[in-house]
């Protein structure tokens, strides 16, 4: 086994994607890594299925449904110290021949890489915007507001880089549904937020690993497929509600202050309005 790198895959009843996932990852790269499950509470069985019958499969209970960042601290903490590169992933990815080595080679163009990206595509082929800006107030509020009524909205484009052309370079933070990241740079920032169960922890990753001085590199030459929804399909009323929730958390993190308390009052309740609305128009 390749002692330096290791695969962190967060699973919550993940079903026949997983065993995808892992079938996959061992044409992604030429090297044998260790993978650990970060299991946030399944009941389907399938991780505890794929750690008895594959060797480099290791099984690790978070010890309740944690949510995706705090499930893959866990995952994280439980590897041998000498791993100095963490895949972290979603179990729904499948892998391109040679996509994680890709990423590897990524890391030695950009010595202050902390984070590396691949190129998502959707089940139709598709490019998935996951490597964009951060979101400020005027790009966030104009996405939110249009975004799901006027789909080419100025906003929406400069905040997704859907202008930007399909190259290797920095971004304002990485799609966590599968990234490469030095663990140097994972643990100086503490790992992600533990108050984030979903959504926007990978906003928050991104953020805070640009402002302690580490790149966030996309790297198209490393291709993945996001099947998507495994465990959020399962509870859309809930995960909407978080979404908003994690929003507001992320905007308020970073306008604090009595200052900004008018600012995050209306962030809120205009938050909150949107949320109902969602949820009203899911069910």
Same mark, same amino acid.
């Given at each position: =086994?390749?002692?330096?790198?290791? *695969? ?51 099984? *690790? ?11 893959? @601290? ?78 080419? @909205? ?22 966590? #549904? ?19 169960? =979903? ?16 790149? @966030? ?21 809930? =995960? ?42 899911? #069910?």
């Amino acid at each position: =086994m390749d002692t330096e790198l290791a *695969v962190v895959v967060v699973t919550y009843s993940p079903g026949e994607v997983l065993d995808e996932f892992l079938d996959t990852l061992g044409k992604a790269t030429s090297r044998e890594v260790s993978v650990v499950l970060a299991d946030n509470g399944s009941t389907d069985g399938i991780p505890q299925r794929a750690a008895a019958e594959r060797d480099n499969v290791e099984l *690790v209970s978070t010890g309740g449904n944690l949510g995706y960042g705090r499930g893959a @601290n866990k995952g994280v903490e439980a590897l041998p110290p000498g791993v100095r590169w963490v895949l972290v992933s979603n179990p729904d990815i499948a892998f391109q021949p040679g996509a994680l080595d890709e990423l590897l080679a990524a890391t030695e163009r950009w010595p202050r890489g902390g984070a590396f990206g691949p190129l998502l595509r959707e089940p139709d082929g598709s490019v998935y915007p996951s490597a964009r800006l951060l979101p400020s107030l005027g790009r966030g509020i104009g996405h939110a507001v249009v975004g799901r009524i006027w789909r080419g @909205n100025p906003w929406s484009k400069a905040y997704r880089q859907e202008d930007t052309s399909i190259t290797e370079r920095t971004a304002g933070w990485l799609s966590g #549904s599968c990234f490469l990241i030095r663990r140097e740079a994972f643990e100086a920032v503490g790992g992600f937020d533990r108050r984030y169960f =979903m959504y926007f922890e990978d906003v928050d990753l991104g953020d805070r690993l640009g402002r302690a001085g580490w790149q @966030n590199v996309y790297v198209p030459t490393a291709e993945v497929t996001h099947v998507g929804g495994h465990a959020t399909s399962r509870a859309q009323a809930r =995960m909407l509600v978080e979404h908003h929730r994690s929003a507001y958390r992320y905007l308020a993190d970073r306008h604090p202050g009595p200052l900004y308390a008018p600012l995050r009052l209306v962030l809120r309740a205009g938050l909150a309005l949107r949320s109902r609305l969602e949820v009203r128009k899911a #069910s």
